[in-house]
Structures are given as structure tokens and as C-alpha cells.
């Protein structure tokens, strides 16, 4: 009923920038919470930003703060993740999640939803 899709991870040296982005679509009819997980080999998941509606952000491990900015496109269902000066450290697979309310026919249902994650490896 829902579907969130990510895109923009790839092999990057260390230093170097990348976007992620990631789009919901089904029959949304509200997304209050968005934001971005990552896992790290042998590894907890762990949050790194988080965004409201009304565009309040939260970058929430110290080691992406000052680094990474989480912006979000209302209109559209978006939400990227702007990452610069990556380190090694920051190789992971990234995940979008959304709070997002929906309809199942005319049932108005709400839960949380996960993009199926997209890799980044930062190496020289």
C-alpha cells in the first residue's frame, strides 16, 4: 500500500559529498515523521536524522553534526539526506523510514514504513 524508494549511494573517496534521496508513493493522505536510519557492519542500526512536517531537523549521532543536513519536500513525499566530508567510518547501508497515514480501500490506517536501504562505502 505503501512503497518508499531510495537512490543516490554509491563509492565515494573520503572527503567527497553525496545526496540521498527518497521518495513515498501509495494512497498517502498525511507523513508526519521522516528521516534516515544506517547500519554499519557488525553494527546496531542507528538513527542519524529525523525531520517534521514543519521542517524542524535533529541530526542526532556528534559524528555526522556540522556534516550532514536532512531536508524534506512536502508537495512531493521526499526526504534526502545531504552528506559531505564523509569519512570511512560513515560506510553503512542507509535507510529512509516515514510515519506515514494511508487508506487501505476507504479505511484510514497508519503505520511506519522502510525504504529497502542503499549502500554507502567511503574508501580510498
Known amino acids: 500500500q505503501v512503497q518508499l524508494v531510495e537512490s543516490g549511494g554509491g563509492l565515494v573517496q573520503p572527503g567527497g559529498s553525496l545526496r540521498l534521496s527518497c521518495a513515498a508513493s501509495?494512497?498517502?493522505?498525511?507523513?508526519?515523521?521522516m528521516g534516515w536510519y544506517r547500519q554499519a557492519p557488525g553494527k546496531q542500526r542507528e538513527l542519524v536524522a529525523a525531520?517534521?512536517?514543519?521542517?524542524?531537523?535533529?541530526n542526532f549521532p556528534d559524528s555526522v553534526k556540522g556534516r550532514f543536513t536532512i531536508s524534506r519536500d512536502n508537495a512531493k513525499n521526499t526526504v534526502s539526506l545531504q552528506m559531505n566530508s564523509l569519512k570511512p567510518e560513515d560506510t553503512a547501508v542507509y535507510y529512509c523510514?516515514?510515519?506515514?497515514?494511508?487508506?487501505?480501500?476507504?479505511?484510514?490506517?497508519?503505520?511506519?514504513?522502510w525504504g529497502q536501504g542503499t549502500q554507502v562505502t567511503v574508501s580510498s
Open positions: 523510514y516515514a510515519d506515514v497515514g494511508y487508506y487501505i480501500g476507504s479505511v484510514p490506517t497508519h503505520g511506519d514504513y
Open positions: 501509495g494512497r498517502i493522505f498525511s507523513i508526519d515523521g
Open positions: 525531520i517534521t512536517t514543519s521542517g524542524i531537523s535533529t
